[in-house]
């Protein structure tokens, strides 16, 4: 039977056992088990959405694993892990570090204004951003109503219930780019978000052969990354296909209309036949040439305008939303049925 030689930091999390038994048919099956059987040991070995964790570094049979989550796990296999040379616990110190030294800066910055009335509406906006983000009052004195108001003084606009980013977007974020980055793939990635989505972007060249929707040998390595953290959540999943306005193989594809279809809907089937996405979530969209990052005028630029973008959707609670009238009143404006 497998086994893992656990490290002595985590062997006191696992009953004092120096060897565990595995059970699974790949590396990060067999540790996510591991997980499931010692829920202390879960937390410092694996990520939330069930990824190993930068810190530590999996040795199969004597050899480093570069990309553990791929490689399947024969019965007499032998892992063992130790910890990564690169470490990692500095950067939470660090961090916090970095975020107290900019919060004191912008403090300075903000007492250095000798408006008065205009500090205290900002100390009064954190407080209300920091107790659970809500009504914020915003209010500009360069803004001009044309004597809509016998004082002339600017009108409050009122932001109702500012949705705030989802805290585990960040987690993700930050442990996705860490597997591309072990993988050796993140300079054909790039990663996104805000308030209502998540967004990853996929290099042309990495997902596909040129002018098919057939995978190269490397989309495997960089969707399986993604799938991981795909599986561990109920959000929606857009996959949209993009192309540049080179004219495509008519024995193929008609327009670019079809190739980036068919790229959307390799990478929907994919993650269906893979993992255990329910397929109701996927959707899978065209957009041809015409949603371009940049004019398609150069090659640099059309390299760049192809690409496969997997887009999760983070659900926003609906809000009635606020208006300012025409003399400056406020009057809420009731949602639809």
């Known amino acids: 039977m497998a086994t893992v030689t656990l490290p002595a930091p985590l062997r006191a999390l696992a009953g004092g056992n120096r060897e565990i038994p595995l059970a699974g048919l790949t590396v990060l099956g067999a540790l996510q088990s591991v997980g499931r059987e010692y829920p202390r040991l879960r937390r410092h070995l694996l990520t939330r959405w069930g990824g190993l964790r930068p810190l530590w570094v999996v040795f199969l049979d004597g050899r480093r694993l570069r990309f553990p989550a791929l490689r399947r796990l024969s019965p007499a296999a032998h892992l063992q892990l130790v910890p990564s040379p690169r470490g990692g616990n500095w950067l939470i110190s660090y961090s916090d570090f970095i975020t107290l030294l900019f919060v004191f800066f912008v403090v300075l910055y903000s007492m250095a204004a000798t ?129 540049d306005s080179s004219a495509t193989d008519p024995a193929q594809f008609a327009t670019n209309w079809e190739l980036s279809g068919a790229r959307a809907v390799t990478i929907v089937r994919w993650f269906v036949d893979m993992g255990s996405i329910q397929p109701k979530r996927l959707v899978a969209v065209a957009q041809a040439e015409f949603r371009p990052l940049f004019p398609n005028d150069t090659e640099e630029h059309m390299k760049k305008n192809r690409r496969s973008e997997i887009i999760v959707i983070n659900p926003v609670e609906k809000k009635a939303t606020m208006s300012v009238g025409a003399v400056g009143s406020i009057e809420k404006i009731p949602e639809l049925p």
Do not use: W
Request: glycine share 6%.
């Open 115 to 243: 408006n008065t009335a205009k500090l205290k509406t900002v100390v009064e906006n954190l407080a209300r951003a920091v107790a659970g983000l809500k009504s914020l009052e915003v209010v500009s004195p360069s803004i001009s109503l044309g004597g809509a108001l016998d004082k002339g003084d600017p009108v409050p606009i009122i932001i109702a219930e500012l949705p705030p980013r989802p805290p585990e977007t960040v987690d993700m974020l930050t442990d996705m780019a860490a597997q591309l980055r072990e993988a050796g793939v993140s300079g054909d990635v790039s990663l996104q978000a805000n308030v209502e989505s998540t967004l990853v972007a996929f290099n042309d060249k990495l997902l596909f052969k040129p002018g098919t929707a057939e995978f190269e040998p490397s989309a495997v390595e960089a969707l399986q990354t993604m799938l991981e953290f795909l599986q561990n959540s109920e959000k929606e999943v857009r996959v949209i296909g993009h192309t």
